[in-house]
């Protein structure tokens, strides 16, 4: 017997299957989908894992001398025909390799070559203070360490009670096992061995079953619809646009019970930042032991533990951020996708897909029900629905009676001006708002999405700003931990008043971050008006979003301030003030998506004030309040935005009407650099054929990365298969024939930011 395997392998030129010959003792165990050891190349070759993606009693070719396959790694297949299917559709949209999609289906903890290298037992490294925290707060003032990278790790592991999993430092750090091994060898920290723990399900077993609630004529209506379809056991993809606060979560849930009783797997996709602890709640609440949670905080012991429940069927029901699309799920029939505009369901990883492209051709394949959900759809999306590429369906009101937050949209030119102004932050309109909630025992929500304290640092004497050494980026100061980091490759610097350049000490904050606004409460309200903060910097504890969500919920906190991770999942009943404190800052961004963005994020945001009884208000500060962003905002209405903004894109020829392909080239030598640019358009536009044209190379606005320059070039298309195989010709012919080992290329289809 013969099997055909794909080799697990970055290189372009071996994404294509290899014979090799199957030993008569392995015969009985060789099956498509399982993972096997070989010998690749010639002579004696190297050890190579791969997987087996077909069968044959011949090889492909007469005459052929074949290897023999070394070992069979797995007992049972780790993917199935379906996902071959799936993997190879992924490969040719998203220009990558089949291995490279097939790493997302394994069983977690089995992308690491060969079966040595793979999870094995449940220890793992703890790291853990050496020293009192007092003498090592003592000896960070005292100046005694020169790197802020050691500084912000010792200070996670203050904050995080003195310990954490040496993976939760890296991760959430962005540092290697090196920058750590220095602490330790400094006395800091030591190392320690701890048995994994069970992150199951059983740390929720505190919550009562809760029952169905009663759904609104017109949610019964949309739910009654979305089971017929279910029941048809065909493809159908559909959008349910629903005002925040609508009750889609309890139809979803519904909708879940049917297919449950009709013996049907269920996935519901949400956004990472919303898969909060109050979601699994309401799910677990509702479906117990049959729910499998699958996210990005927990051990890859555990995600495997909870993948082999889903793949024996034990759990029917799996809740999750992107990659939980590719769960083994048995007999699936529904597919939910929460929040379906969210930028994280779009990886911006090899391979760079689109959970929603994807989410489609695996319920095409499974003759499977799609649902997107959304308040603030995708233009896309909402274009489909509009053209009836796809359903529609629209809840409008809230339950219960509830209604819609009261917007007010204050004009910060006319505040600058007022004698009586308390805040160059605050608008007075926000300030009163915000006393009166306080003084009924309701609470506030405070959004801006800039992390840190000040955006930049810019010296008076000499004009120049702090730069990262390794990106052509303005550092951020972050006030908490008095260091300037880099928000794209994490470098750290302790924070100073000399400027580097002139040596004079006249380097002074600029720029407007979250932390700003607990220091301008603070100066207002002294301790009148109590505060917590929730962003990427507070959240990095282990169940950082829990403690800060109870904290605000169940303790005397009258705001919570925090960045984009406040405006989703979170129901909290005594909200009824939100503060958006300068919306310009993100419709002004120069990408041609920023409108659609800032106005779902604000949207959102908004819809956590008044979701009950008592009705709320949004306090929305500009600058420009005629913009048709703030406008669509003020009306609370989707459609006023998506009208203004699909002119746009169908003038300017911007997605839904093409696909953008964006060609990314990367070099440490910016000569390098530009060669392979000039190159590599010269590639694209032969291989044109007219069907496409391509932009000449552009620098970006930020050409240096982590110590690499990039250049990209853009190609706007109705991308098909035709022009899908030129582009990848010219890719792979460049590739070929000009050797350019110390260049890196990558193609991304709709990126999340063009340029």
């Not at 894992?49 to 007469?62: F, L, M, N, R, T």
């Not at 297949?77 to 089949?98: G, Q, R, T």
């Not at 219960?400 to 009586?420: F, H, T």
């Not at 801006?448 to 008076?460: A, V």
Request: proline share 3%; glycine share 6%.
């Amino acid at each position: 017997m013969v099997a055909r395997i794909l080799i697990d392998s970055s290189v372009k030129g071996i994404n294509k299957v290899f014979d090799y010959l199957i030993p008569a003792q392995d015969e009985e165990f060789a099956c498509i989908g399982k993972r096997v050891l070989i010998n690749f190349g010639q002579g004696k070759g190297r050890e190579e894992e791969g997987i087996i993606v077909a069968i044959s009693d011949k090889p492909s070719k007469e005459g052929m001398r074949l290897k023999k396959v070394q070992k069979i790694l797995d007992t049972y297949p780790v993917v199935d025909k379906d996902a071959l299917h799936i993997a190879k559709w992924m490969s040719k949209e998203y220009f990558c390799n089949v291995y490279d999609v097939l790493k997302l289906l394994f069983p977690p903890g089995t992308t690491a070559k060969f079966s040595e290298k793979k999870i094995v037992g449940k220890q793992t490294t703890n790291v853990v203070l050496a020293k009192e925290t007092n003498k090592i707060l003592e000896d960070i003032e005292a100046n005694k360490f020169t790197s802020g990278r050691h500084i912000r790790i010792l200070k996670y592991l203050i904050d995080s009670g003195g310990e954490s999993l040496l993976q939760d430092v890296m991760s959430n750090l962005e540092v290697t096992k090196a920058v750590v091994d220095l602490i330790r060898k400094k006395g800091y920290i030591n190392y320690e061995k701890i048995d994994v723990e069970e992150e199951n399900l059983q740390e929720y077993s505190y919550i009562e079953k809760s029952e169905n609630l009663q759904l609104t004529s017109k949610q019964n209506e949309v739910k009654t619809a979305l089971k017929f379809l279910l029941c048809t056991n065909k493809y159908s993809a559909n959008l349910l646009k629903g005002i925040t606060g609508s009750g889609k979560t309890e139809v979803y849930m519904q909708l879940i019970q049917d297919a449950l009783k009709m013996g049907k797997g269920c996935i519901v996709l949400v956004p990472e930042i919303a898969l909060t602890h109050q979601m699994l709640e309401r799910f677990i609440s509702r479906f117990g032991n049959t729910i499998a949670a699958l996210h990005s905080k927990m051990s890859a012991v555990e995600r495997k533990k909870q993948w082999k429940r889903i793949y024996d069927n034990e759990a029917k029901i799996v809740v999750g951020a992107r990659s939980a699309l590719f769960s083994p799920v048995n007999n699936l029939g529904l597919v939910i996708i929460d929040e379906e505009h969210d930028l994280s369901f779009k990886s911006q990883n090899t391979p760079r897909y689109s959970a929603v492209e994807v989410a489609k051709q695996i319920c095409m394949k499974k003759n499977a029900l799609l649902l997107l959900g959304s308040a603030t759809p995708s233009l896309k999306s909402y274009k489909d629905a509009q053209d009836k590429k796809i359903g529609f369906f629209e809840l409008n009101e809230r339950p219960g009676g509830a209604k819609l937050p009261e917007m007010q949209i204050v004009d910060m030119r006319y505040e600058q001006v007022r004698k009586d102004r308390r805040s160059k932050i605050f608008s007075e309109e926000f300030l009163v708002r915000l006393e009166n909630a306080k003084a009924r025992g309701e609470k506030t929500i405070v959004f801006l999405n800039r992390r840190g304290h000040s955006t930049y640092m810019l010296c008076s004497s000499c004009g120049e700003v702090l730069k990262c050494s390794k990106c052509d980026v303005s550092m951020t100061y972050h006030k908490s931990s008095n260091l300037n980091i880099c928000h794209y490759c994490s470098e750290a610097k302790v924070a100073t008043d000399i400027c580097p350049n002139c040596n004079q000490n006249t380097l002074k904050m600029n720029g407007l971050g979250v932390e700003q606004l607990e220091e301008e409460l603070s100066r207002i309200y002294n301790d009148k008006v109590t505060y917590i903060r929730m962003d990427a910097d507070t959240t990095m504890v282990k169940d950082g979003h829990k403690k800060i969500l109870d904290s605000f919920k169940n303790e005397n906190i009258d705001v919570l301030i925090g960045t984009q991770m406040i405006s989703k999942g979170h129901d909290i009943k005594d909200v009824t003030l939100v503060c958006i404190v300068d919306a310009d800052s993100m419709i002004g961004i120069n990408e041609y998506s920023a409108a659609e963005r800032a106005f779902s994020n604000m949207l959102q945001v908004s819809g956590r004030a008044g979701r009950r009884e008592k009705e709320g208000t949004v306090v929305v500060q500009t600058y420009n309040p005629d913009s048709y962003v703030i406008k669509a905002l003020e009306a609370q209405e989707y459609g006023k935005m998506y009208e203004n903004e699909i002119q746009f894109r169908q003038i300017l020829n911007y997605p839904p009407f093409c696909q953008i392909i964006q060609i990314d080239i990367y070099a440490e030598d910016i000569n390098i650099l530009k060669c392979a640019g000039e190159k590599m358009y010269t590639y694209l536009e032969r291989a044109s054929a007219g069907l496409y044209n391509a932009n000449k190379p552009q620098k970006p606005f930020i050409q240096k990365v982590k110590n690499k320059y990039r250049m990209y070039i853009i190609i706007k298309c109705k991308l098909d298969d035709e022009i899908s195989k030129r582009i990848k010709f010219a890719v792979d012919k460049f590739e070929e024939v000009e050797k350019m080992p110390k260049v890196r290329i990558s193609i991304t289809k709709d990126p999340i930011f063009v340029g």
